[in-house]
């Protein structure tokens, strides 16, 4: 049993799905949780609590490095240190190259990219003096290959792949460790506005688009959950994974085997 007593895990965009689903297991582990994200602040306050752990939460836009740097700060003020710092913030807008909004392009890479280098930036200096630390950026299968009408997701999270083994080669003889985990797809808000649009689109009922969208891409026919997310974060926190580094871990239903 992994335990991250006495820790602490700051988790970005972590009011909603995947973000919410790793801060849950972490906190169940014993560590101390700092939440990010907007909307329901409180039931994510709440989930955190049911677990034990301690928790607070800042509302940094990830866009925006300032409060990025606001968000550390507090963090630091309350807890003492970040042990454990998860790069789950994300967006997804879907179009064709010719039509994509240059802004939606930037918010992109503003909060899928960037923001991963701003929070490293932060966590690298206190996890180095106290040669200790897990770095866990949220890449996605997108990250590893393509999908079209996806492209400043796909550009974002190959990128954040990038960032994942320079982090991990920097801190390569150091008990800091840096890796990516990379999901197929997992029933979250971002993927329900995904079904949505495709039965809009196609005339299809909630149920056959959520089929159709696993059907062309993820073998097992199911969606990755949270939760399973989240143990895999734990086992890259796990002494076990202390000469993992740089790796992209795959957790796709088999969407990048074929
Ligand atoms: P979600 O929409 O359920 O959660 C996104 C979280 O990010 C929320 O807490 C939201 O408040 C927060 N957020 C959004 N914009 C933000 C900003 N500007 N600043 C701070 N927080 C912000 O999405 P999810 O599906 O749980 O996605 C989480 C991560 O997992 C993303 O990086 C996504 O790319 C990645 N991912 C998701 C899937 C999937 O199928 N759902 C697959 C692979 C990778």
Redesign the pocket.
Known sequence: MTTLNGKTALV?????????GIAQVLAQAGANIAL????DTNAALAAIQATGAKVIHHP????KPQEIAAMFAMVHEHFGTVDVLVN?????HVSPIETFDPQKWDDIIA??LS?GFHTTRHALHGMRARNWGRIIN?????GLVGSAGKAA?VAA?HGLVGLTKVTALETAKTGVTCNAI??????????QKQIDDLAAREGLSPDDARAHLLGEKQPSGRFVT?EELGNLALMLCSPLAAEVRGATWAADGGWTAQ
């Open positions: 970005t965009g972590s009011t909603s799905g995947i973000g919410l990010n994200g907007f909307g940094a836009d990830m866009r789950n913030a994300g967006i997804q909060i899928n923001s949220i890449a996605s299968v997108h997701y999270k990379c999901p197929g797809f997992v029933l979250t808000p971002l993927v949270p």
